[in-house]
Every structure is written in C-alpha cells, then in structure tokens.
C-alpha cells in the first residue's frame, strides 16, 4: 500500500496556513467609542494591509448574536439594512478604509459593532467597537425655608445622567448635618442623583456667608451655579450692637423731657412778667425788681 505523503502533509499543515494568513490582516480601530445622546456619531475601521476587498459588512451584536445593518462594495455601493434604513450612512474611504454614521443616536444604540472585510481569496477579518452613550441633564436645585424652624433652610439639588454625576456643595461648614442622599436607576441605564441638606442660619450669619456653591462634574460636561443666601447678616466683630436700640431710646426720652422742661419754665418766667405788668398792687418781688431798675437808671442818667 503506497500512499503518497506529500498531499497528507499538506492537508495537516492547512489549518496553520490559513490562521497564519489570517494574521497577516490585521484592523485597526479604538475598542471603545463614546457617543452623546442625540448626536451623530462615526465609527472606524481600517484594513493595515493591501487586499482585494471585495465587501464590507458592518454588524451590529445585539444579545450575542451579530446583526447585519449595513454593507459597502465597490460594484453595488452602500446598501443600508433596518431598523437603520433612515439613521445609518456606511461607505468605504478607500479599499481597506470603513466608516458607519449613526444619526441621532438613543440608548438603543448602545451596543458592540463589528466590521468585517470580505478579502479574496482568504475569506473575512474583521475588528469590533463598542459603542457607550452618554448623557447628563441640567443640575436642578431649591432652597426651601423651614416652617418648623427658623434655624435652618433645606436645600436640595438633583441631575440625571449616564454615567452618574459628581455634584459637591460648598462651604461645607453650614451643613447641619450629613446630606440625604438618593439614586435611582431608571429604565434608560441613567441614574437620577438627589441631595438634600439642612443649612444653619446660625453658622451662615456668625461667618457672614452670602451664597451657596454648587459644583456638577460629568464626563460631558461640568457645571457651577451659585445660589444666593437672602438671610440678614450680623456683626462678627466679637460684639454685638443689640444695645443700640435702648440707648436711642433712652435719648430720645432725655431730650424729650429736657425739651419739655425748658418750655414750662419760658411760660412760667413769661406768666410772672405779664403779672408785674397788669395787677395795680404788685408782687412784691415785681417791687424789687422796679427798685434796682431805678438805682440802676440814678447812676446811670440818661443825657440828650
């Protein structure tokens, strides 16, 4: 029995062949893509090496299992596969160069995406990007006074995003107490953060602080809102002016008597002359008085 060795050999060493050829393609494209909600966003993939691209397929992997969206080809163009038929644009660069565009894209988006170049003769190799959407809303917040209390406001500050916001309140020393703190997780994959604080009106007046800073940090975005403290401020000195009331008062009381005073004795010195004048037997002090006026008048005669 004399079989030939030389095709034995051959049909062992095929799988290494083609593994090994496979390896000469390599794809160059980022793991990761970020993408914001509501926005376009393009994915990439090159083919490092020269070959004979004959179809370009882009799969989107939903549950495991990969999906056809979309496909380019130098003979048939692009050809765009639902649900993307109206949001997706997919077209080669060059030969060994892809890109898909997703328009105004949602949660449902979110997914891994593979790109497959169909080469002749070695069959597909391809690359695979993961796609993460992001999002944050604006940073909300209220001051509340207490009805319970005159001692303290309640301020409470909530943002929803994906992935969930870093929001810090300052100056931390007002705080009455740790913050209440809540997050929730919605059906959508955002995360719905909500604080609470309690602020002394005590602390706030003795450190004569006139606002509130709210910090929000986000991958997309951060953000800084001041919120305004009307509450009325006092000294901080080392002394109190709770005294000034009384003493306007008691001056107001002193002035006021002495005013009073000064007119009963004007009518009172008035009374006494008109006296002097009218009545036909004088007080004998208007006597006195008429008797100086006339030793004065002796030494001191009038000449014309």
Sequence with gaps: MGFPLHPIIQLLMLPLWVQGSGNLHRI????????VLGENVTIFCNLTTPADVMQITWQ??????????????????EKILPPYTDRLHCEAIEPNSSFITIREVTFEDEACYKCLFNVFPHGSHGGQICLNIIT????????????????????????????????????LQILMNPPEESLALNPNGTVTITKMYNVSLETVRSLGIQHLIVHMDHPLRNEEKIIPLSVKQECTAGFSYNWL?????????????????????????????????KKKNPHPQCKWKKKIFLSQERKNPVTS
């Design 28 to 35: 160059k494209h980022n793991n990761n893509e970020t993408a």
């Design 136 to 171: 944050v809303s604006e940073l909300r917040t209220e001051l509340q006074s207490n009805l319970d209390s005159e001692d303290f406001l309640r301020f409470t500050y909530s943002a929803v995003g994906k992935p969930a916001p870093q929001i810090s309140l300052f100056p």
């Design 60 to 77: 989107k992997i939903q549950d495991s299992l990969p999906q056809n969206i979309g496909t380019y080809s130098s003979k048939y163009g």
């Design 245 to 277: 009331p009384k003493v306007g008062a008691f001056i107001t009381v002193l002035c006021s008597s002495f005013i009073i005073i000064c007119i009963v004795q004007r009518k009172k010195k008035s009374e006494d002359s008109g006296s002097c004048q």
